[in-house]
């Protein structure tokens, strides 16, 4: 799969209400996903660190620079390895949301 269409698939995944923007509550499962845990304030602190514009809310652009950043050594950043994991688990269109 392109790594253009693989940000696009996990994107759509974890934008549950189709806005084509990633609110606090959908990284929240983003991360209940890989196994973590995320308070909606935590949640919420993370998306507007992530966010680019202002808006509290994560755009396809703001995932991909999340996901580019991120790198074994930010273990500390537990929302960009969560991203990472979880557009790396996306190779193929069987993957299915655990809710
Ligand atoms: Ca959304
Ligand atoms: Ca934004």
Redesign the pocket.
Known sequence: MEKLQQYTHVFRQLDKNGDG?LSAPELQICIGKVGGELTLEEAEIAAAMM?????????ME?LIKVVEDANEEEKANDLKMAFKITVDDCKGDDVVMKN
């Open positions: 923007k966010d680019s514009d202002g808006d509290g809310l994560l755009s703001d």
